[in-house]
Every structure is written in structure tokens, then in C-alpha cells.
């Protein structure tokens, strides 16, 4: 649906983007949600199954049977059947959020979306369901959608408190956990407000130029050879005194670069954000901050891994007379130096 192009700053040319809807990059980043976001919806307990007077036995035997399949595929089919076999069930609720963790585990987009709606519609105010829904918008492209659950779910997650029968750490862990993935979604977000922002201006400017028309003495379409008018680079890249600050490219970029960074502090590990802030560098042209993300996205060894290399090569070569000499060495020195707190500030 959307790639991360980087066609027209030396450092961004050769980059291999993430790619958007299609899930193409990795089978291991495109299944079990995404790379360093929440594998399963740990924020909820499934409850035991109850017998009572308005519900009925094959009910409660069809439900118990729910939650003792483990098998996600299983599961999501034995939960569609029993909303049309049970469609006003007391169980609904549970039963959406549990789908919804399945069909995330299955990497099936539409229904994952279907059930975590229709689990907010009961539970608007579920962590776990938000975060997930927030992570998915993001990498299909719905900017606006995944800013909204991402910025509700932080909201509910940073007034949480330690439940009197969890231990505090693991509490915590989770909790930052998905902290983490919610700023890297709102992350994600902006750099899409960013390309969709620099698709337009670049529209308006296309428009705006006459049409050639061969022998009527006009200009060549391209600048000629040895031309010293400046090649366009993105918005915070060398030629960034081309775009006002208050444009919407640079407002965005700089949000992606912030949500970046405090998902990073959060989780320095998350190589889902380390990967896409050395994407925001190669988009300001920052050769020596870029070369770092990349370098710790491949010592971090995750779904990113391989893009990661083949940016990491590309600018590499860039900064190196066209040499990987001393890669190894500079990916190996990552492998055991912890990531800095405050990555983006540099």
C-alpha cells in the first residue's frame, strides 16, 4: 500500500523501505502482530465459564470449549460460530478481544480490525485492544486512525496502577511494553503525514510547471548536465531551508522523530523503532545517526534484521568511497554496547 520510497537525498536513495498492507517484508515481521510489539493481548484474563439461570448449558459448554482451544486458527472459527449461534451473548466482549488476539497471531488485518472495533465498542477503554488496533492502522496507512487509538491507549496506560495480586516488575515490563508500541505507531503515523504531505506539495509544484513543447523555445524539462540548481532532498535533509519550519513535511517528520524516540526510551530493543528512526535520519539526511539505528537493528537480530543490512550497506558505501571495509566490525561494536536513552537528541 505504502513504502518508505526515498528517491531524491544521496542518503535515502538506495534505502529498502517498509512496506505497507502487503506485509512483504518478512513473514517473521508480518505474523505474531508485528517485531517488538505485544505478541498476544496480555492486558485481560479470559473469564472461567459460569453456569446460570438465563444462560443456557450448550452455551456454556460451547464457550468453555472456546477457551480451552489453543490452537488460534481453531479458536477464531469455533468464536464466528458461536456469535451466530449466540449472537447476544453475556460473552461478546470477552469473546471480540480474544478474536481479535487471534486473528493478530493469524496476520489477518480485516478481522482483527472488525473484532477489536466491535471489542471497543464494549471496552473502550482496553489497553491491550487499543495498542494492537493502534500498531495495525499504522502499517496499512491510516494515519489518522492509529494516532487516535495509539494516543487513547497511552492515556489509559499511563494512569494504570500495579494490581495488588501482579508482581510490580513484570507489571511494569508489560506495561512499558506497550507504551513502546503505541509511540512507535504514532511514529509511523507521522512519517505517513510526512510522505503524504510531500506527495501533495510535489503535485501542487508539478502543476504548476507549463507543459513542454518541443520547438516552441521552451526550457528542457530536466536540468541540464552540470546544472547547479540544487536536487530536492527531503524536509530536514541538507536543502531543508527550502521548506519553512512550519510546514506540514517538517512538523511531521519531527513528530515521528519524537514518538521515535520515546518509544526507544521505553524499550531500547524495539527494533521495529530503531528500524524506522534510522528511516527518519535517512529522511533528514543524517548520515552518522542513520548508519547507527541500522547497525543496532541488525545486532538486534529481529524481523528487520535484513532490511536494516541492505540500508545500512547502502549508505555505508555512501560515507565510504563506496567500501563495506570495517562493517563487520562496526556492526559487531552494537552487539554488546546498550542503546543510548535518548536516541533522537543527538
Known amino acids: 500500500m505504502k513504502s518508505r520510497l526515498m528517491t531524491t537525498a544521496i542518503l535515502a536513495a538506495l534505502l529498502v523501505p517498509v512496506i505497507y498492507g502487503q506485509e512483504t517484508k518478512s513473514e517473521k515481521a508480518a505474523g505474531e502482530a508485528k517485531p517488538g510489539a505485544p505478541s498476544t493481548m496480555k492486558l485481560y484474563e479470559v473469564p472461567a465459564a459460569r453456569e446460570t439461570i438465563s444462560q443456557p448449558p450448550e452455551e456454556v459448554g460451547d464457550y468453555f470449549k472456546i477457551t480451552q482451544t489453543q490452537d488460534p486458527a481453531q479458536r477464531v472459527q469455533l468464536i464466528e460460530t458461536f456469535f451466530k449461534q449466540y449472537p447476544e451473548s453475556r460473552h461478546a466482549s470477552t469473546l471480540h478481544q480474544m478474536a481479535t488476539a487471534n486473528y493478530q497471531q493469524l496476520n489477518n488485518y480485516e478481522k482483527m480490525v472488525e473484532h477489536g472495533e466491535k471489542t471497543l465498542q464494549a471496552l473502550p477503554a482496553s489497553p491491550a485492544t487499543l ?43 508489560e506495561r512499558n511494553q506497550y507504551l513502546a508500541s503505541n509511540y512507535a505507531s504514532m511514529g509511523s503515523a507521522s512519517l505517513t503525514k510526512f510522505e503524504e504531505a510531500r506527495k501533495a506539495r510535489r503535485d501542487k509544484e508539478a502543476a504548476a510547471v507549463p507543459p513542454v513543447v518541443a520547438g516552441a523555445g521552451n526550457p528542457p524539462a530536466v536540468p541540464a548536465k552540470g546544472s547547479s540548481k540544487p536536487a530536492e532532498t527531503p524536509a530536514g535533509g541538507a536543502a531543508s531551508e527550502l521548506l519553512p519550519p512550519d510546514s506540514p513535511e517538517v512538523i511531521a517528520l519531527a513528530k515521528a522523530l519524537g514518538y521515535f524516540t520515546r518509544s526507544l526510551e521505553l524499550n531500547p530493543d524495539y527494533d521495529f523503532a530503531r528500524f524506522q528512526l534510522g528511516i527518519v535520519y535517512a529522511y533528514q539526511n543524517k548520515a552518522e545517526q542513520a548508519l547507527e539505528c541500522f547497525a543496532r537493528t541488525v545486532a538486534l537480530n529481529g524481523g528487520f534484521a535484513e532490511m536494516a543490512r541492505q540500508n545500512l550497506e547502502a549508505i555505508y558505501k555512501v560515507t565510504h568511497k563506496n567500501s563495506l571495509e570495517g562493517l563487520e566490525e562496526f556492526i559487531a561494536k552494537f552487539k554488546t554496547q546498550p542503546a543510548p536513552a535518548q536516541e533522537g537528541q543527538k
Do not use: C, N, Q
Open 131 to 173: 495498542s494492537v488496533l493502534a500498531l495495525a492502522y499504522a502499517y496499512h496507512g491510516e494515519a489518522d486512525k492509529a494516532l487516535d487509538r495509539a494516543s487513547r491507549s497511552i492515556s489509559v496506560l499511563e494512569k494504570l496502577t500495579v494490581p495488588a495480586s501482579v508482581d510490580p516488575a513484570r507489571f511494569m515490563a
